[in-house]
């Protein structure tokens, strides 16, 4: 199975502020053949379901706004907020679908200073 | 608007059994890929099966820690996938969410709370 890690667990930011978000997958989720990143990331708000934010690693869904930003290729990810507001308050997950059994990082919690 | 709703969440002993549905909704279920993901309380989310549409071979994968105690099934005719769970442990005690599947996870129900508890 592959091992999702992510750091850190919790993130304390000012409303504005820049917050960044690291996942590490235990083998390569890179897929050659198409050149893609089998990556994604969902946040998660209480008492509602997860949203899928990015998927192939920096694709932005539909509806997100622009300040979530998604790199990186290979084993290392990272999920950026540019510029923090109070709706982003959640615990956000990566994901890889590289290969079954699909698993998720155990979450970053961010929270607001 | 397209949307998934689960049910049949209920408070089961150890050893019971439950199954639980999901209704979707203003898409094309019997294309879609449907999951079940879950979330046991105060941890993170884990996937706990897959089952493939109908023209794709309608074969199922599960998790490790379900395998051979939960099956998943699907009637097209209903929009409806289930997720059939049998031999009910402690530790499966999470709120349940059926997803469809495009590789990534992108539409996801509000779950429904399965407590296993005597």
């Known amino acids: 199975d592959i091992v999702m890690t992510q750091s850190p667990d919790s993130l304390t930011v000012s409303l504005g502020e820049r917050a960044t978000i690291n996942c590490k997958s235990s083998?390569?989720?890179?897929?050659?053949?198409?050149?893609?990143?089998?990556l994604a990331w969902y946040q998660h708000k209480p008492g509602q379901p997860p949203m899928l934010l990015i998927s192939w690693a920096s694709t932005r869904e539909s509806g997100v706004p622009d300040r979530f930003s998604g790199s990186g290729s290979g084993t290392d990810f990272t999920l950026t907020i540019s510029s923090l507001q109070a709706e982003d308050l959640a615990v956000y997950y990566c994901?890889?679908?590289?290969?079954?059994?699909?698993?998720f990082g155990q979450g970053t919690k961010v929270e607001i200073k | 608007e397209v949307y998934l709703v689960e049910s049949g969440g209920d408070l089961v002993k150890p050893g019971g059994s439950l199954r639980l549905s999901c209704s979707a909704s203003?898409?094309?279920?019997?294309?879609?890929?449907m999951n079940w993901v879950r979330q046991a309380p105060g941890k993170g989310l884990e996937w706990v099966g897959r089952?493939?549409?109908?023209?794709?071979?309608?074969?199922?994968d599960y998790a490790a820690p379900v395998k051979d105690r939960f099956s998943i099934s699907r009637d097209d005719s209903k929009n409806t996938l289930y997720l059939h769970m049998n031999s009910l442990k402690t530790e499966d005690t999470a709120v349940y969410y059926c997803t469809t599947q495009r590789g990534f996870f992108d539409l996801w129900g509000r779950g429904t709370l399965v407590t296993v508890s005597s």
């Open positions: 083998q390569s989720v890179f897929y050659s053949s198409n050149s893609k990143n089998y």
């Open positions: 089952i493939r549409s109908k023209t794709d071979g309608g074969t199922t």
């Open positions: 994901q890889q679908y590289y290969s079954a059994p699909w698993t």
């Open positions: 203003s898409f094309n279920f019997s294309i879609a890929w």
